[in-house]
């Protein structure tokens, strides 16, 4: 079984998680990564608002609750402007935490995409190691809208 925790952009903090609860359990955009497996979510929570304070404690409550890896949510990623630490929380995570870190949850909304793909905001390498999880097809990207 794997045991994931979440954590979501704080400009989304009313968010009742949602589409990361239905992409879990249809397994959908970066949950796809789990399609043959079992999952246990142990922690759901904010980053704390800019520059991202309650990561630096918020995965140690969720590795104490069983994590094996966490999920920065979409909202990190689609977000404007996106997430200018998003990087920083991946490379941070598995460092202190010895976590694996996954970016994104559910697909990414087709609203989002069409904004960013006017605005280029996904053309760079790092960008699109981002999104690899949660780009999906149009379809779906609509079925999150």
């Given at each position: 079984m794997k045991k994931i925790g979440i954590i979501i952009c704080d400009r989304?903090?009313?968010?009742?998680?949602?589409?990361?609860?239905?992409s879990l359990n249809?397994?959908?955009?970066?949950?796809s990564l789990y399609k043959d497996e079992e999952v246990d979510l142990v922690g759901f929570t904010t980053c704390g608002?800019?520059?991202?304070g309650n990561v630096e404690y918020a995965p140690e409550e969720?590795?104490?609750n069983g994590a094996d890896v966490?999920?920065?949510?979409?909202?990190?990623?689609?977000?404007?402007?996106?997430?200018?630490?998003?990087?920083?929380f991946t490379d941070f995570i598995?460092?202190?935490?010895?976590?694996?870190?996954?970016?994104?949850?559910h697909p990414i909304p087709q609203k989002y995409f069409l904004t960013h793909q006017k605005l280029g905001t996904w053309e760079s390498e790092t960008a699109q190691k981002l999104i690899r999880f949660v780009i999906t097809d149009e379809e779906t990207r609509l079925a999150y809208d």
């Amino acid at each position: 079984m794997k045991k994931i925790g979440i954590i979501i952009c704080d400009r989304y903090h009313t968010c009742a998680g949602g589409k990361c609860f239905r992409s879990l359990n249809n397994r959908e955009g970066a949950f796809s990564l789990y399609k043959d497996e079992e999952v246990d979510l142990v922690g759901f929570t904010t980053c704390g608002g800019c520059p991202g304070g309650n990561v630096e404690y918020a995965p140690e409550e969720m590795k104490k609750n069983g994590a094996d890896v966490i999920h920065l949510a979409t909202g990190l990623i689609v977000g404007y402007p996106p997430c200018p630490r998003i990087q920083a929380f991946t490379d941070f995570i598995p460092a202190k935490y010895d976590l694996e870190v996954v970016a994104g949850t559910h697909p990414i909304p087709q609203k989002y995409f069409l904004t960013h793909q006017k605005l280029g905001t996904w053309e760079s390498e790092t960008a699109q190691k981002l999104i690899r999880f949660v780009i999906t097809d149009e379809e779906t990207r609509l079925a999150y809208d």
